[in-house]
């Protein structure tokens, strides 16, 4: 009687892998995004990227302003209006050829209510000025600092994308590993009902395969709420949306341990690390901050020309026809320094040497931070190819194990619970092949981020190992 029921128990975990090999292949066979066209996509889509570009593209007239600083400059002032001027002189000297010197000499001009006009036309260029030196400095540096900063956008979205790329493959794996699982016990739970109305199990089995499948049921319906987030927040970034993101998982061909050590790793990201350079280029843009207002900085020598009229004409006391004009023009060099300031050049060098010490230890953080984190990612990459091999030799047990308990069952060695624990565990173990093999690859960019040296070249190694996924 032990035997009589084989057909009733058909061997469903071989037919679930062979379902489970035989949708792979559809998928594959689908049109896909490859995460290089989901990188390109988000290049031209993403919000965050997009205002990286613009605060680039502002920087870059700094450049221009830099050199501009030391150019001469040139106004022109011009005015017009009403105005009056009375010019009254007693006890002057008067002299002229061939009238003599007469002292003792009164004279007086008068315009009331005239047209004024007035023009003006200067040209300064600075010969010796500390202050726009630090400011040429600074702007300099300024415009590094954007660069990096861009550069660092670029790097960032590239391993954004990354993730959410491999997030929405990972989530596509479990519900769709959730989906062949919930057929297979609910087949189980068929059977189990039909062989329980003839006698052969025990009410327990039904009230077992029920339960496990209403479980699963809220494991699907979970799945699929995180797999539409990921969906949204790629499709988001990227504007691919449909069959456009129908992504790929990782191959059984990962890539291999970093070949370098990890001191030559915090080398390079010591030197190239996007977040250090940003923090050492604040650091030199607070230095010349402190350095544009210290006291040897604030002389200043122009070589400076000017020309101008000022004009007066109308009726005045002494008759109709006054008119005041004078033309005057000059060239030289001017000198400033500043005595007294109230306090105000001292008390902003005070604030500026302050922040200058809060940017060196911001500087000092960023650098023991991503020493860290270089150190977390190359043990990531360099552990998480044995940790890969591992879980697949877990998976292949875990098949084996469900195989056995199938068998098992059938004869009636394994109850039913042991076959559902079976089952789930294999596709735990799947399923988490899966997030470890996207997770190394993930490991892979993240070190060359940290180093400063994640582009195209590598995205698109990291992408051949998804572009021959079964």
Do not use: C
């Not at 990227?49 to 007239?61: G, I």
């Not at 002292?103 to 007086?108: C, E, K, R």
Request: without cysteine; hydrophobic residues 40%.
């Amino acid at each position: 009687m032990r035997h009589s029921h084989h057909s009733l128990f058909p061997h469903r975990s071989r037919r679930w892998r062979w379902a489970l090999l035989a949708l792979a292949s559809v998928t594959s066979a689908a049109s896909a995004a490859d995460l290089l066209q989901a990188w390109q996509a988000a290049e031209q889509h993403d919000r965050s990227y997009a205002v990286a570009r613009a605060a680039h593209a502002a920087a870059q007239p700094r450049r221009d302003q830099a050199t501009a600083l030391w150019r001469p400059n040139v106004a022109l002032t011009a005015g017009a209006g009403v105005g009056t001027h009375d010019n009254d002189v007693r006890g002057a000297q008067f002299s002229a050829p061939g009238l003599g010197t007469s002292n003792g000499v009164d004279f007086s001009t008068s315009v009331h209510g005239g047209t004024a006009t007035r023009w003006a036309l200067q040209a300064s260029q600075p010969l010796y000025n500390p202050q726009r030196r630090v400011q040429q400095q600074q702007l300099a540096a300024s415009v590094a600092l954007a660069d990096v900063q861009w550069q660092a956008a670029q790097q960032g979205l590239m391993l954004r994308t990354a993730q959410q790329y491999f997030d929405v493959a990972v989530a596509q794996e479990s519900l769709r590993v959730l989906g062949l699982q919930l057929a297979a016990v609910q087949r189980t739970s068929e059977e189990v009902q039909e062989r329980f109305t003839l006698g052969q199990l025990p009410i327990t089995d039904t009230h077992e395969a029920r339960a496990r499948l209403a479980g699963l049921r809220a494991q699907q319906l979970a799945a699929q709420s995180e797999l539409d987030v990921k969906r949204r927040q790629l499709s988001d970034s990227t504007r691919l949306g449909g069959t456009d993101l129908v992504v790929h998982l990782p191959s059984e061909r990962s890539p291999a341990a970093a070949p370098r050590t990890l001191d030559e790793w915090q080398s390079d990201a010591a030197d190239h690390s996007p977040a250090i350079r940003q923090q050492s280029l604040a650091l030199d843009v607070a230095r010349l901050e402190a350095d544009k207002h210290r006291r040897s900085a604030s002389a200043t020598l122009d070589l400076v020309a000017q020309v101008g009229q000022e004009r007066l004409s109308g009726s005045g006391d002494f008759g109709r026809g006054a008119r005041n004009k004078s033309t005057s023009a000059q060239i030289g060099v001017q000198l400033t320094v500043p005595l007294f300031t109230g306090g105000m050049r001292s008390a902003k060098e005070e604030e500026a040497l302050r922040l200058l010490d809060a940017a060196q230890a911001q500087l000092d953080a960023t650098r023991e931070q991503v020493a860290q984190q270089v150190h977390a990612a190359w043990l990531g990459l360099s552990v998480g190819r044995e940790r890969v091999q591992a879980l697949a030799q877990a998976l292949q047990a875990s098949d084996a194990r469900a195989d056995a308990t199938q068998l098992g069952h059938e004869v009636g060695d394994r109850t039913l619970l042991d076959l559902l624990n079976a089952q789930n565990d294999s596709a735990s173990a799947r399923l988490a092949l899966a997030q470890a093999r996207s997770q190394l690859l993930l490991e892979r960019l993240r070190l060359a981020q940290l180093a400063g040296q994640l582009d195209d070249d590598t995205l698109r190694s990291v992408n051949q190992a998804l572009a021959a996924a079964p």
